[in-house]
């Protein structure tokens, strides 16, 4: 851990948590309450922002137990960009007891980007049951789509170029909680 790649800060910790506590409230507004939820975050980042959500929702929500309602899913195996990756360690996939089948699932990740890890966790949610529906909620999406696939809840839209990297850090992950700006070749 440590303070992360030098770059352009463009939210700082009071930002992703206001961010973070709109998109509770969007989730809850657009699904009519919590009956039916179910979070899943996307490892590695996604997962601590999946359980803030589920903390805001917590609060907001009387009847929203975290524990039931809140997951992971990994996603390694079912990239299509596997071979071109550094090794990286399976991420255990932990289903809420309730399961996923009829639920809405709001997968949460940190960046969108090119939309293939979305694609990648649609194809790993498949083998873990049938939700009724399948929601995105990501902390920032940055453009430049491959896949015809969109965030259904966004902390902040950063329109940024290719040459561009969206770090997102972490308190539980990074001892510290900001989105940063970077040149490719000043976070090389």
Do not use: C, W
Request: no cysteine; aromatic share 2%.
């Amino acid at each position: 851990m440590g303070q992360g790649p030098p770059g352009h800060i463009v939210m700082e910790a009071d930002d992703i948590t206001r961010a973070l506590t709109r998109v509770a409230h969007e989730i809850l507004e657009s699904n009519r309450g919590a009956a039916n939820l179910v979070l899943l975050g996307i490892p590695k980042r996604g997962v601590p922002l999946a359980e803030r959500l589920a903390s805001h929702i917590a609060e907001i929500e009387p009847g929203f137990v975290v524990e039931e309602r809140l997951g992971q899913l990994d996603i390694t195996m079912y990239r299509d960009d596997l071979r071109r990756l550094h090794p990286r360690p399976i991420n255990p996939t932990r289903i809420p007891p309730r399961g996923i089948d009829g639920t809405v699932v709001v997968l949460i990740d940190d960046v969108l980007y090119s939309g293939r890890t979305i694609r990648a966790a649609l194809d790993a949610l498949g083998d873990h049951g049938r939700p009724q529906a399948v929601q995105l909620a990501v902390l920032v999406d940055r453009g430049h789509r491959e896949l015809p696939i969109r965030a259904d809840f966004v902390g902040k839209n950063l329109p940024t170029s290719r040459e561009e990297r969206v770090s997102v850090l972490l308190q539980e992950t990074d001892d510290r909680d900001a989105v940063l700006i970077t040149r490719e070749e000043e976070a090389a």
